[in-house]
């Protein structure tokens, strides 16, 4: 099958085009590279997509429908995993989120709708559309209408956007609502990464309320498991629209993952102690029964495994990067 990854440059994006690949499927990359974080291991990640004969790539910009569109010929699945990432950023940058999250999405619903050959749209979502008055674990089912950053409402807006599209045009699509993914090849901006970076460099962390904060970290595999299932369990009726959970279905504390990078690291953590941000949720928990229903998805990989292969990657790549 031919495929279009959105963010193909991106930490996600990355890994599922590298499992498609591994799979024998013919992948078309689109990223715009943009400099929200350090493009060497954008580029670097695009090496390595690029060392296989199925892959080519196209830098555009995803809110571009006419670029898209030419880019996307003759694919039968999207994967759109592009967006402007990250909660606090939102603050000072609001209308990165407009052209990335906003008119992206809707220049990708109007590309999937015109495309022929299409068969489903998967697209990323967060489990930041949950914000305040959800209950622990978090299900699909919550009603998901009080964001408590502007990243969050984009997000839920792209999942009622795809909705309407659906009801509109008999769009087969599946929004996923990923948990802190961490690991190899993660975003410098990700709190874990962060943390490895400061604490080599011999500089403080901060963390919010002692470290108490809980996250359902997800690592990376478990994450393109979770999204390789959906591709292979696509909706089975015009205008089907689903939303799954993607993740590991277990809170743990960001101390915890602190403790881990010090072991793993090898080095002591200096902390500042602050207030939570308004924008941050005290606890954030997957309920996944629904998604393992349809495709057995079974996260497998612990904290203490995933921080190991994530220092591991990072000591390799602080020696690239020089």
Request: proline fraction near 4%.
């Amino acid at each position: 099958m031919k495929f279009l990854v959105t963010g193909a440059a991106g930490f996600i994006g990355y890994h599922v085009a590298s499992a498609l690949l591994a799979r024998g499927e013919t992948v078309v990359g689109v990223d715009d590279i943009n400099p929200y974080y350090d493009v060497r291991l954008k580029h670097a990640r695009l090496a390595r997509l690029a060392a296989h004969r199925s892959f080519s790539f196209h830098e555009i910009d995803i809110a571009d429908h006419v670029a898209l569109g030419a880019a996307a010929s003759g694919v039968e699945v999207i994967v759109h995993l592009a967006a402007q990432a990250g909660v606090r950023y939102s603050i000072d940058n609001p209308f990165a989120y407009a052209t990335s999250n906003l008119t992206g999405h809707l220049s990708v619903l109007e590309v999937a709708r015109h495309a022929p050959s299409l068969t489903h749209l998967v697209y990323a979502s967060s489990s930041s559309v949950y914000g305040a008055g959800s209950t622990l674990p978090y299900s699909e089912a919550a009603q998901a209408d009080r964001p408590q950053s502007l990243y969050a409402a984009t997000k839920r807006a792209d999942e009622m956007m795809s909705v309407a599209y659906a009801h509109l045009y008999g769009l087969r699509q599946t929004g996923l609502r990923f948990f802190t993914v961490y690991g190899p090849w993660g975003r410098p901006d990700m709190a874990y990464f962060g943390f490895a970076e400061a604490m080599t460099a011999g500089l403080p962390i901060t963390l919010y309320e002692g470290g108490r904060l809980k996250r359902d970290f997800t690592y990376i595999d478990d994450i393109v498991e979770g999204v390789m299932g959906v591709i292979d369990y696509p909706p089975t009726a015009d205008g089907e629209h689903r939303l799954f959970n993607i993740g590991n279905n277990r809170a743990e504390t960001v101390l915890e993952l602190v403790s881990l990078l010090e072991t793993e690291l090898g080095r002591k953590a200096v902390i500042i102690d602050t207030p939570r941000p308004a924008a941050d949720p005290v606890e954030t928990c997957a309920d996944i029964d629904a998604l393992a229903a349809l495709t057995g998805f079974f996260p497998k990989t612990k904290l203490e495994q995933g921080v190991a292969h994530f220092v591991g990657w990072y000591r390799d790549w602080c020696a690239v990067r020089g």
